[in-house]
């Protein structure tokens, strides 16, 4: 059962591995995925390592129920200390990898050290073998995946695999597995670069038994018909994440042009319907494909329809690449986002960070404080389709000195492009945002402020906040399983009750990374979707663990607390710019240019942001400083970490 | 009374690829998640976005059966399946050499062939395939549904011609 899945210590600079159970009480107190993840890198990782070092722990999971009879558990989980930020690095894709790895027998790795020279690891039937990956290194991120399936002599392999990207260091590199599935955030890839370490590779046919498996297969049928009957989820199945791009862009919340406005105008190339007569054309009526075990199936397969890469297949694009590959840099053409989504997919590099740092780039060169001379004479100017898809390349190979700057990230780029290149990029801890753009939207502000990764949508965000529900809608969803009487506000551009609402998405969302579900399955852009009281019933059916509500939302604040924990270890301080809970200026100075009546001449007040965050400081027992108080790490159990228990 | 029998009908097109159907029937016939001891596989061919699964025809003439030196496969009639009896399979795994579909599998955990029975009735693949990549339907029917298919195309097809 799932309680069989091990935890191996590898260790690439002497080759020893060990191998271990899990204990229960382990499982009670963090329950796996990412919260355990985050136990590990605490434990496992010293104050100030350097992220490209050996020392810097590479920690790679499936969730508690990953390969369970449960829905959609097919996340991998990647963390370490981020060679990008300098703070917690972590980064959660899809795909069939962590399910082959359970069906392996593992469920948690920690790799240390550094290898001699190329290597893939190779987790096979509980066994696990360290290999030389010199045929594999240089290799596109599908074709490693390839070759490691033909020197294996075993085409069900799955691999997680780093790309060119992470070989060269890019500190922007992800983990791939899959064609599309990507572990995106934070540069994943480049510690695995660092390390020498190309890939990991599982393949496995151990029984994962069900504790019991006709009340786990009835629930899961039910959970199913629950999340696809769900009206978000079934227009995610037919047009996939690029949906949101359509409402979002209407209403002005889409930064364009790097921040300088908030709507995309005249785009109908990239609309979500465009993009989605694209797949049909390239690939017929059925062109969905899905994770493991999900019936949500929201990537669209597609080729690229003209141009200097027509006819190649990938998959995607999902809402990011449409802000990345279209919005940000000002570029209009459905085919740009294809092949951008398909370069970055094949490099390895996370497309949020290049999309973001090139229009960062673009309007640098159009302040003049980037010039003809700095990029070897490219146009980098907002609107110029080649020029973005040369960046993306010169970033992954770190040409030319815009490139290689880009390439060590956004906050390293601006001591070099100096002036006042650093006002003009739009990030947190070191982090790009997402093309969204939050100024009408206080919520979602003081949720890229407080991510724990740095500037990030999925670790607190309180999406259903747009819907404008009735406020009792709101309480229902907000005042479990804690009870919650504080106030709350329908108006997405008020800061009454916002703090909560983030503090309970940080918590929610910490609980399905844990379980290894994916958010889509959870209140993320559906408010009747499963959450805590659900998951103790398919908890309990696939591991016969009991849990209650409360208890699941215990551990997913422990968890989050630990990562509050590394960052503040690491230099996280509250207002600083490169490693704090702070947005960019632009924020508070710059009003909405575009949009709907209520979100033209919208920023965010920053009186009311800094009330904001004091809120959410309290709700989780944080100081004014954003240090946990003593007595809340009492009563989370986090008193003496490092507990080195696992 | 002969009874025309239910089969299974895949529409690899639909397929997205999930693998859900192989949990299910792993969990529903043995209690373990493990795609191998799934009855069903999707087979893919990633860099050209196709997944088809592949399962047990329950061949009228099945090869299965015919090779079978014990006789331990036989038909059911109720059902129209193709059935193992494990008591009498001595594990020799010729059924599994001569199936076209490979749809008989040998399990090494178990040591014992394998094979789709339709869940006795209410295969638990079609049921959760929410995209309808799976259907279990009247064997008489799975014609008319093509044959409709194909007619909606060339009336389609008609319309536009009519329009230019």
């Given at each position: 059962?799932?309680?069989?899945?091990k935890?191996a210590?590898i260790?690439?600079?002497t080759?020893?591995?060990?191998?271990k159970?899990i204990?229960?009480d382990?499982?009670?107190k963090?329950?796996?995925?990412?919260?355990l993840?985050?136990?590990l890198?605490?434990n496992?990782?010293?104050?100030?390592?350097?992220?490209?070092?050996?020392?810097?722990p590479?920690i790679v999971?499936?969730?508690f129920?990953?390969?369970t009879c449960?829905?959609a558990?097919?996340?991998t989980h990647?963390?370490?200390?981020?060679?990008l930020t300098?703070?917690?690095?972590?980064a959660n894709?899809?795909?069939?990898?962590?399910?082959?790895?359970?069906w392996?027998g593992?469920?948690?790795?920690?790799?240390?050290?550094?290898?001699?020279?190329?290597v893939y690891?190779y987790l096979?039937n509980?066994?696990?073998?360290?290999?030389?990956a010199?045929?594999?290194?240089?290799k596109?991120?599908?074709d490693?995946?390839?070759?490691?399936?033909d020197?294996?002599?075993?085409?069900?392999?799955?691999?997680?695999?780093?790309?060119?990207?992470?070989?060269?260091?890019?500190r922007i590199?992800?983990?791939?597995?899959?064609?599309?599935?990507?572990?995106?955030?934070?540069?994943?890839?480049?510690?695995?670069?660092?390390k020498n370490?190309?890939?990991?590779?599982?393949?496995?046919?151990?029984?994962?038994n069900?504790?019991?498996?006709?009340?786990?297969l009835?629930y899961?049928?039910?959970?199913?018909d629950?999340?696809?009957s769900?009206k978000?989820n079934?227009?995610q199945?037919t047009?996939?994440?690029?949906f949101?791009?359509?409402a979002?862009?209407?209403?002005?919340g889409?930064?364009?042009?790097?921040f300088?406005?908030?709507?995309?105008?005249?785009?109908?190339d990239?609309?979500?319907?465009?993009?989605?007569?694209?797949c049909?054309?390239?690939?017929?009526?059925?062109?969905?494909?899905?994770?493991?075990?999900?019936?949500?199936?929201c990537r669209?397969?597609?080729?690229?329809p003209?141009?200097?890469?027509?006819?190649?297949?990938d998959?995607?694009?999902e809402?990011t690449?449409?802000?990345?590959f279209?919005g940000?840099p000002?570029c209009?053409s459905?085919?740009?986002?294809l092949?951008?989504n398909h370069l970055?997919?094949?490099?390895?590099?996370?497309?949020?960070?290049?999309g973001s740092?090139?229009?960062?780039a673009?309007e640098?060169?159009?302040?003049?404080?980037i010039t003809?001379k700095?990029t070897d004479?490219?146009?980098?100017?907002?609107?110029?389709?080649e020029?973005?898809?040369?960046?993306?390349?010169?970033?992954?190979?770190?040409e030319?000195?815009?490139?290689?700057?880009?390439?060590?990230?956004g906050i390293?780029?601006?001591k070099i492009?100096?002036?006042?290149?650093f006002?003009?990029?739009?990030?947190v801890?070191?982090?790009s945002?997402l093309h969204s753009?939050?100024?009408?939207t206080p919520?979602?502000?003081?949720n890229?402020a407080?991510?724990s990764?740095g500037?990030?949508?999925l670790?607190?965000?309180?999406?259903?906040?747009?819907?404008?529900?009735?406020?009792?809608?709101?309480r229902?969803?907000?005042s479990?399983?804690?009870?919650?009487?504080?106030?709350?506000?329908s108006e997405?551009?008020?800061?009454i009750?916002?703090?909560?609402q983030?503090?309970?998405q940080?918590?929610c969302y910490?609980?399905v990374?844990?379980?290894g579900?994916?958010k889509?399955?959870?209140t993320?852009?559906g408010?009747t979707?499963?959450n805590?009281?659900?998951?103790t019933k398919v908890?309990?059916?696939?591991?016969g663990?009991?849990?209650?509500p409360?208890?699941?939302?215990?551990?997913?604040?422990?968890?989050?607390m630990?990562?509050?924990?590394?960052n503040?270890?690491e230099?996280?301080t509250?207002?600083?710019?490169?490693k704090?809970?702070?947005?960019?200026?632009?924020?508070f100075?710059?009003p909405?240019?575009?949009?709907?009546p209520?979100?033209i001449?919208?920023?965010?007040?920053?009186?009311?942001?800094k009330k904001?965050?004091d809120?959410?400081?309290e709700?989780?027992?944080?100081?004014k400083?954003?240090?946990?108080?003593?007595?809340t790490?009492?009563n989370l159990?986090?008193?003496?970490?490092?507990?080195?228990m696992? | 009374?002969?009874?025309?029998?239910?089969?299974?009908?895949?529409?690899p097109?639909?397929?997205?690829?999930?693998?859900?159907?192989?949990m299910v029937?792993?969990?529903?016939?043995?209690?373990?998640s493990?795609?191998?001891?799934?009855?069903?596989?999707?087979m893919?061919?990633?860099m050209e976005?196709?997944?088809?699964p592949?399962s047990?025809q329950?061949?009228q003439?099945?090869?299965?059966?015919?090779v079978c030196?014990?006789?331990?496969?036989?038909?059911n009639?109720?059902?129209?399946?193709?059935?193992?009896?494990?008591?009498?399979?001595?594990?020799?795994?010729?059924?599994?050499?001569?199936?076209?579909?490979g749809a008989?599998?040998?399990?090494?955990?178990?040591r014992?062939v394998?094979?789709?029975?339709?869940?006795d009735g209410?295969?638990?693949?079609v049921?959760?395939?929410?995209?309808?990549c799976?259907?279990?339907i009247d064997?008489g029917?799975?014609?008319?549904?093509?044959?409709?298919?194909?007619?909606a195309?060339?009336?389609?097809?008609?319309?536009?011609?009519?329009?230019?």
């Amino acid at each position: 059962m799932a309680l069989k899945r091990k935890i191996a210590y590898i260790n690439l600079s002497t080759g020893e591995i060990d191998i271990k159970p899990i204990p229960v009480d382990i499982r009670k107190k963090f329950i796996g995925g990412r919260g355990l993840d985050a136990y590990l890198l605490y434990n496992h990782s010293k104050k100030g390592c350097d992220p490209l070092g050996p020392d810097n722990p590479l920690i790679v999971s499936g969730g508690f129920l990953t390969a369970t009879c449960a829905s959609a558990t097919a996340r991998t989980h990647i963390m370490a200390k981020s060679p990008l930020t300098g703070l917690l690095g972590s980064a959660n894709m899809g795909g069939f990898f962590a399910p082959e790895m359970a069906w392996a027998g593992f469920h948690h790795l920690v790799i240390k050290g550094k290898a001699k020279n190329p290597v893939y690891i190779y987790l096979h039937n509980g066994e696990i073998e360290i290999r030389d990956a010199k045929n594999i290194w240089g290799k596109t991120t599908t074709d490693s995946q390839w070759a490691i399936r033909d020197e294996l002599n075993d085409q069900e392999v799955k691999s997680m695999v780093c790309g060119p990207a992470g070989e060269n260091l890019v500190r922007i590199a992800n983990v791939m597995t899959g064609i599309k599935n990507a572990g995106g955030r934070s540069g994943m890839g480049c510690v695995m670069g660092s390390k020498n370490l190309k890939a990991v590779a599982a393949r496995g046919t151990m029984d994962i038994n069900i504790a019991y498996p006709m009340d786990a297969l009835e629930y899961n049928k039910r959970f199913i018909d629950q999340i696809t009957s769900a009206k978000v989820n079934k227009t995610q199945g037919t047009l996939g994440t690029p949906f949101i791009w359509g409402a979002t862009n209407s209403w002005g919340g889409i930064r364009t042009r790097n921040f300088q406005y908030n709507q995309c105008e005249y785009a109908d190339d990239i609309e979500p319907e465009r993009i989605d007569e694209i797949c049909e054309e390239t690939m017929g009526p059925y062109h969905m494909s899905g994770c493991f075990g999900c019936q949500v199936h929201c990537r669209a397969q597609y080729k690229i329809p003209s141009g200097p890469y027509k006819g190649v297949y990938d998959e995607g694009p999902e809402y990011t690449s449409q802000g990345a590959f279209g919005g940000e840099p000002d570029c209009k053409s459905a085919e740009t986002i294809l092949v951008g989504n398909h370069l970055v997919d094949q490099y390895g590099i996370d497309n949020l960070e290049a999309g973001s740092l090139i229009s960062w780039a673009m309007e640098l060169y159009e302040e003049g404080i980037i010039t003809n001379k700095d990029t070897d004479g490219l146009a980098l100017e907002f609107g110029n389709d080649e020029a973005l898809l040369e960046m993306v390349k010169r970033i992954a190979f770190r040409e030319g000195k815009v490139g290689n700057a880009l390439a060590d990230g956004g906050i390293a780029a601006s001591k070099i492009f100096g002036k006042n290149s650093f006002d003009f990029l739009i990030q947190v801890k070191g982090m790009s945002n997402l093309h969204s753009d939050e100024r009408a939207t206080p919520a979602l502000a003081l949720n890229i402020a407080t991510a724990s990764r740095g500037s990030d949508h999925l670790r607190s965000r309180p999406a259903i906040d747009l819907y404008h529900l009735p406020v009792d809608v709101l309480r229902k969803i907000y005042s479990n399983p804690i009870p919650y009487d504080g106030p709350l506000s329908s108006e997405h551009t008020e800061y009454i009750g916002k703090a909560w609402q983030v503090f309970w998405q940080e918590n929610c969302y910490m609980a399905v990374d844990c379980l290894g579900i994916c958010k889509y399955h959870t209140t993320f852009l559906g408010a009747t979707l499963p959450n805590f009281e659900d998951w103790t019933k398919v908890l309990y059916y696939n591991t016969g663990l009991e849990y209650t509500p409360e208890e699941i939302w215990d551990v997913a604040e422990r968890c989050n607390m630990l990562e509050r924990l590394f960052n503040l270890r690491e230099g996280l301080t509250r207002d600083d710019l490169e490693k704090g809970d702070m947005l960019n200026h632009r924020y508070f100075d710059e009003p909405c240019k575009r949009g709907a009546p209520d979100v033209i001449g919208k920023f965010i007040d920053k009186k009311k942001f800094k009330k904001m965050i004091d809120e959410f400081y309290e709700h989780k027992g944080l100081d004014k400083d954003g240090v946990p108080k003593p007595e809340t790490l009492k009563n989370l159990g986090l008193a003496n970490e490092p507990s080195k228990m696992i | 009374m002969e009874n025309e029998g239910k089969v299974l009908v895949i529409h690899p097109e639909k397929c997205t690829g999930c693998r859900l159907c192989e949990m299910v029937c792993a969990v529903r016939h043995d209690g373990a998640s493990n795609p191998a001891r799934s009855r069903i596989r999707v087979m893919k061919w990633e860099m050209e976005g196709m997944y088809i699964p592949v399962s047990c025809q329950q061949c009228q003439d099945a090869p299965c059966m015919n090779v079978c030196p014990v006789g331990a496969i036989s038909r059911n009639d109720e059902l129209d399946t193709v059935e193992i009896d494990q008591d009498k399979c001595i594990g020799c795994r010729t059924c599994v050499a001569v199936c076209p579909f490979g749809a008989m599998s040998f399990n090494t955990t178990d040591r014992k062939v394998f094979k789709c029975d339709l869940c006795d009735g209410d295969p638990q693949c079609v049921r959760f395939c929410e995209v309808g990549c799976l259907e279990y339907i009247d064997a008489g029917d799975v014609s008319i549904l093509k044959n409709k298919e194909a007619a909606a195309k060339l009336m389609i097809a008609n319309q536009k011609a009519t329009m230019l």
